[in-house]
Each structure stands twice: as C-alpha cells, then as structure tokens.
C-alpha cells in the first residue's frame, strides 16, 4: 500500500514519562506504516525545557501560529519535587499556560464514547464539550481579610486622573473582601473560539452566566457574546443548521443534566473549572478525554486531557508490565491529522483519521481494552492489555477494517 501524502507540517510537540512513551509507540505502530508523516518536531521534555531555558516552548507555540495545527504530547509542570528529580536550573512554567497565553486560546475538552463504558447520566448518549474561559475571575484575584471595623470600596482611576469608587461594604468586625476582573479583550476571544469550534463541529453553543445577580460583570460576557454572535456568526449558525443558545448557569446545569448532548458548554473560568471535573468523571474515565486549544484567529493544539501518568511511569522504569490507556493521545493524532488535511483538501489524511478512530473504538467493543477501562466496562469477559499491546490490537483491528 502507497502511503499518504503530507503537503504542510504538523508542529509535534513530544512530552514526558509515560506519554512520552506511548506517543513513541503510536507513531511506530499506527502512523509511520500509512502516513508519509510530515512533522515539525518540538521535543517539550522536561529535559530539553530546561537546556533552552524553555526556549523550545515558545518555538512550538510559534511554529503553532505559523502552520495552524499543532499536536502535543502531556508534560510535566514543574513543581519543588521535579526540581530536584530533574536538576532544573528554574521552575520553568506550565507549557500548556505559555501556548495557550501565546495563542490567546480557549480550550475544548470532550469525551470519547464508546459501547462498553456507559456515562453515569444515562441520558447523555453523545458528548458534551466543555469550553472553559482561561482567564482572569477569582483566578487573578486580590484579596484582602479584614480584622476590625472599616469602610471597603471599589475604586479605579482612569488614567486621564478621573475616579469611579463603590462602596464595598461597611464592615462592623472582621470579614473578608475580594477584587476581581476581567478585560473585553479576553471575553471577546473566548466567544470567537466558541463560535468557530461549534461552526466546525457543528454543534450548538450553550453559554450561562449569572447575569441577573451580577449586572454589570456577567452581564458584560452575555453582552459580547451576543454582540458578536449577531454581527458576526448567525447566519453561518444557521446556513449550518446549529443554534446559539444563553441561559443562566443554573438553568444550564439542569438544562446539562436532563440533555442529550452532542453540543458545547461555554463556561466562566470557575464554571468551567467546577463543571469540567463533573462531566469528565461522569463520562467515565479522564484517559477517555481529548482537549484541543483553539485561538480566536482558528489556530488548533491537540492533545489528552490526562497528565503524564507518572505512577506508571515508575513502574515502567522497573521494568514492570504497565496498562496505561493511550486512546486519547491517539485521538489528540486523529484530530490534528483531519484537520491538517481538511486545511490542505487531502481527503486521504481524513480518511485515515476517521479510520484509525474507528479501529480504535472498534477494538475496545471488541472486548479488548487496557485495565483503567476494564475496571469500569459494562462488557464481559474483556481482555486486559498492556500498553504495547493494546496499540499492536488497534493496529490488526485497523487492518481489518
Ligand atoms: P495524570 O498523569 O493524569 O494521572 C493521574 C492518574 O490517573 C494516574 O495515576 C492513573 O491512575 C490515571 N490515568 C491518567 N491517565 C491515564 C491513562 N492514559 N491510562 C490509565 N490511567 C490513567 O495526573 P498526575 O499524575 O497528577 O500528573 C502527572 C504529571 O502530569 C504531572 O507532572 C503534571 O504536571 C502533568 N500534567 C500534565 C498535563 C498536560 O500536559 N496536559 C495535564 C495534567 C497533568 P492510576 O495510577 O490509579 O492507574
Ligand atoms: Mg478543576
């Protein structure tokens, strides 16, 4: 069989312990064999972050803006503990926080269904998406905790010297107080993320806030996502026969509850940060979640939700057997594997993505599955394998297909 054609790079950003290990074995067994696989390779190791003083993370995320579509592999975020493990000379930042700030993105986690391994919510039979807002809120927040009786306002000064100032609360004893914010900017790329990911997977759009408590401040995101959701998406919404839909967050959490799914949640960061851990435990497992980043100008990063397994890692190193699931970094290919060769028209590409997702389903209906799955499927009689293993069953399903 001729293999497939690549015409642009994708921008490959390898990554550590575990994963680094299975993005090794994904690409010997399921894409080297089919795909002429044109990449611009970005080794985001904690070992090479820390030689080029994280230069080489800056370089994907541009390399990223220059091509459009990135895949990435999980990495390790520094912490004291890594400091030592890996003689770092800085506790060099989370890579996903510098692409996603470079790229001004939003990201996009969804789960991947399949037969076998049912969500808690019996009526959530497609995925739901969720779009969590990355920016500012209580995560930028400055607080101050009051110990005697005082006066607390709100003040900003405009640089051209003029005030506005709110009273906060007069407080009689101790209490506590916080300062937030959030900038027009920021919410405007959120919503065009928003509007561009539903428009390319066709599927609706449901934002909430609580605007009816908060007037000014949540108020202000349902105003920008309308505004532009009118000037400048609703007619492509409709010619794709998808809706935009805003609702309050509480009747959104219900609404999510009694749903079918198959839309995308757009969320306030702390929403999303809440909801995001409740509808990917619900949906089965955090090895079943992919994440993609997008940008409002339509630039696209793919990867696992999960981290670099690191338990299994260790293990690994000792030369013990490991079962670690790779379903959604195989997933994190696909996705930039069509959507490179939806932006190039190379329906091959597609194709194989779209085949290669499918064997992978395939062989976990088919019984075999790794043991993270095992523990949690409704299917009998299942097959646990290790971690090469699974990927060798995906590549014979691929082969049947
Ligand atoms: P993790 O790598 O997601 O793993 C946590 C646990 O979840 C594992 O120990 C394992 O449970 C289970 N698990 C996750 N993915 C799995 C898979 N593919 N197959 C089977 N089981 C899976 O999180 P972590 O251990 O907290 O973090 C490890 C490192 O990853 C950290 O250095 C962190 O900074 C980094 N991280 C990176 C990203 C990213 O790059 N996007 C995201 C999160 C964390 P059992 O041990 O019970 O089998
Ligand atoms: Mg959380």
Same mark, same amino acid.
């Given at each position: 069989?001729?293999?497939?054609?690549?015409?642009?790079?994708?921008?490959?950003?390898?990554?550590?312990?575990?994963?680094?290990?299975?993005? /090794?074995?994904? /690409?010997?067994?399921?894409?080297?064999?089919?795909?002429?696989?044109? *990449? +611009?390779?970005?080794?985001?190791?904690?070992?090479?972050?820390?030689?080029?003083?994280?230069?080489?993370?800056?370089?994907?995320?541009?390399?990223?803006?220059?091509?459009?579509?990135?895949?990435?592999?999980?990495?390790?975020?520094?912490?004291?503990?890594?400091?030592?493990?890996?003689?770092?000379?800085?506790?060099?930042?989370?890579?996903?926080?510098?692409?996603?700030?470079?790229?001004?993105?939003?990201? @996009?986690?969804?789960?991947?269904?399949?037969?076998?391994?049912?969500?808690?919510?019996?009526?959530?039979?497609?995925?739901?998406?969720?779009?969590?807002?990355?920016?500012?809120?209580?995560?930028?927040?400055?607080?101050?905790?009051?110990?005697?009786?005082?006066?607390?306002?709100?003040?900003?000064?405009?640089?051209?010297?003029?005030?506005?100032?709110?009273?906060?609360?007069?407080?009689?004893?101790?209490?506590?107080?916080?300062?937030?914010?959030?900038?027009?900017?920021?919410?405007?790329?959120?919503?065009?993320?928003? @509007? /561009?990911?539903?428009?390319?997977?066709?599927?609706?759009?449901?934002?909430?806030?609580?605007?009816?408590?908060?007037?000014?401040?949540?108020?202000?995101?349902?105003?920008? @996502?309308?505004?532009?959701?009118?000037?400048?998406?609703?007619?492509?919404?409709?010619?794709?026969?998808?809706?935009?839909?805003?609702?309050?967050?509480?009747?959104?959490?219900?609404?999510?509850?009694?749903?079918?799914?198959?839309?995308?949640?757009?969320?306030?960061?702390?929403?999303?940060?809440?909801?995001?851990?409740?509808?990917?435990?619900? @949906? =089965?497992?955090?090895?079943?979640?992919?994440?993609? $980043?997008?940008?409002?100008? =339509?630039?696209?990063?793919?990867?696992?939700?999960? =981290?670099?397994?690191?338990?299994?890692?260790?293990?690994?190193?000792?030369? +013990?057997?490991?079962?670690?699931?790779?379903?959604?970094?195989?997933?994190?290919?696909?996705?930039?594997?069509?959507?490179?060769?939806?932006?190039?028209?190379?329906?091959?590409?597609?194709?194989?993505?779209?085949?290669?997702? /499918?064997?992978? $389903?395939?062989?976990?209906?088919? =019984?075999?599955?790794?043991?993270?799955?095992?523990?949690?499927?409704?299917? +009998?009689?299942?097959?646990?394998?290790?971690?090469?293993?699974?990927?060798?069953?995906?590549?014979? *399903?691929? +082969?049947?297909?």
């Amino acid at each position: 069989m001729e293999k497939i054609q690549m015409t642009t790079p994708l921008v490959e950003m390898d990554g550590d312990e575990m994963t680094r290990i299975l993005w /090794k074995m994904i /690409k010997d067994e399921l894409l080297l064999p089919y795909i002429d696989l044109k *990449t +611009e390779y970005y080794d985001l190791g904690l070992e090479y972050r820390n030689e080029t003083n994280d230069q080489v993370t800056v370089d994907s995320a541009e390399a990223t803006k220059k091509y459009g579509v990135a895949v990435k592999c999980a990495t390790i975020t520094p912490n004291a503990a890594r400091m030592t493990e890996y003689n770092l000379k800085e506790m060099w930042k989370s890579p996903n926080g510098t692409i996603r700030a470079m790229l001004d993105g939003t990201v @996009f986690r969804a789960p991947i269904i399949v037969k076998g391994i049912e969500p808690c919510v019996k009526n959530w039979v497609k995925p739901i998406t969720l779009a969590r807002h990355a920016y500012g809120d209580v995560y930028k927040n400055t607080e101050i905790k009051v110990d005697k009786p005082g006066k607390a306002e709100l003040v900003f000064t405009a640089e051209d010297g003029t005030e506005i100032r709110e009273l906060i609360h007069e407080f009689k004893a101790g209490g506590i107080l916080q300062g937030i914010h959030n900038t027009d900017k920021s919410i405007t790329s959120f919503a065009h993320a928003c @509007f /561009k990911y539903a428009l390319d997977t066709k599927q609706d759009l449901w934002f909430a806030t609580k605007d009816t408590i908060s007037k000014k401040y949540d108020h202000n995101f349902k105003d920008i @996502f309308q505004e532009i959701f009118d000037s400048e998406y609703a007619e492509q919404f409709k010619a794709a026969g998808i809706e935009y839909f805003y609702t309050l967050i509480d009747d959104a959490v219900a609404r999510v509850m009694k749903a079918k799914g198959g839309f995308i949640w757009a969320c306030k960061n702390y929403d999303g940060d809440v909801m995001s851990d409740m509808v990917s435990s619900a @949906f =089965g497992s955090l090895a079943m979640m992919t994440s993609v $980043l997008v940008s409002p100008t =339509g630039v696209y990063e793919y990867e696992a939700a999960h =981290g670099t397994v690191q338990r299994h890692y260790y293990k690994h190193l000792k030369g +013990e057997e490991t079962s670690t699931n790779s379903v959604a970094t195989i997933f994190a290919w696909t996705g930039a594997l069509r959507k490179r060769g939806e932006l190039d028209n190379n329906a091959d590409l597609v194709a194989f993505a779209d085949k290669l997702e /499918k064997a992978t $389903l395939k062989t976990i209906e088919d =019984g075999k599955m790794t043991k993270d799955l095992a523990l949690i499927t409704s299917l +009998e009689n299942v097959t646990v394998l290790n971690s090469e293993n699974f990927i060798k069953a995906i590549r014979d *399903t691929f +082969e049947t297909l």
